[in-house]
Nanobody, 126 residues
Framework: QVQLVESGGGLVQTGGSLRLSCAAS????????MGWFRQAPGKEREFVAA????????YYADSVKGRFAISREDAKNTVYLQMNSLKPEDTAVYYC???????????????????WGQGTQVTVSS
């Protein structure tokens, strides 16, 4: 029902910036709860950022708050993750996720998101 494709990852130096994109098809993301998660080698998947169904509310992990920003562009059916002041510890595979259900849930619970992209690698060098 929903297909997600991430792009924009790459290699950057400490302090640099990247903007990840999550292009959706099959359904408008303006009615979906969107999230970004990441997984680093040897670590479990962790929540990064999320945007509510209406787009009015955004949520961030403490580790990225103030540096990352989630947004969406409805005309392109795309969600973005702007990443600034990148640190080596931000190195991970970043995944876009979508939840279409309107049932209440905790935004940081990855298992509640029914659709996932393939991931895009972000590497931050020291």
């Amino acid at each position: 029902q929903v297909q997600l494709v991430e792009s924009g990852g790459g290699l950057v130096q400490t302090g640099g910036s990247l903007r990840l994109s999550c292009a959706a098809s099959g359904r408008t993301i303006s009615t979906a709860f969107m999230g970004w998660f990441r997984q680093a080698p040897g670590k479990e998947r962790e929540f990064v950022a999320a945007l509510s169904w209406s787009g009015a509310n955004s949520y961030y992990a403490d580790s990225v708050k103030g540096r990352f920003a989630i947004s969406r562009e409805d005309a392109k059916n795309t969600v973005y993750l702007q990443m600034n002041s990148l640190k080596p510890e931000d190195t991970a595979v970043y995944y876009c996720a979508a939840r279409v259900s309107r049932m209440p849930f905790m935004y940081f619970e990855g298992e509640k998101y029914g659709y996932w992209g393939q991931g895009t690698q972000v590497t931050v060098s020291s």
